[in-house]
Nanobody
Framework: VQLQASGGGLVQAGGSLRLSCSAS????????MGWFRQGPGKEREFVAA????????YYAASVKGRFTISRDNAKNTVYLQMNSLKPEDTAVYYC????????????????WGQGTQVTVSS
């Protein structure tokens, strides 16, 4: 499956952004999806995961209550709504797909998209 992320940009602290990730190539609804990020000088880290039908979600503690992951299987797209952004959220954000929900959360990913830059100014 091919993944294309978009929606990044520059935003002030406290602002919001919505990232999108469009998938093509295989049956989107068969894949759990996730978002990861890599900040400057940091390792890539898990942000959020959503199960194949959207019934289960899971978040990193650092974003829980501020970020919301969702998906539209009819549009082959997964979203990450990011609210109350903080400078420490600055990172390249990557979407990911795997045929196992648990694999998303541990980072053993079948498919990665290219990143989209999110910069939060203080």
């Amino acid at each position: 499956v091919q993944l294309q992320a978009s929606g990044g940009g520059l935003v002030q602290a406290g602002g919001s952004l919505r990232l999108s990730c469009s998938a093509s190539g295989r049956t989107f609804s068969k894949y759990a999806m996730g978002w990861f990020r890599q900040g400057p000088g940091k390792e890539r880290e898990f942000v959020a995961a959503i199960s194949e039908n959207g019934g289960r979600t899971y978040y990193a503690a650092s974003v829980k209550g501020r970020f919301t992951i969702s998906r539209d299987n009819a549009k082959n797209t997964v979203y990450l709504q990011m609210n109350s952004l903080k400078p420490e959220d600055t990172a390249v954000y990557y979407c990911a797909a795997d045929d196992a929900y648990a694999s998303i959360m541990v980072g053993t990913i079948d498919y990665w998209g290219q990143g989209t830059q999110v910069t939060v100014s203080s």
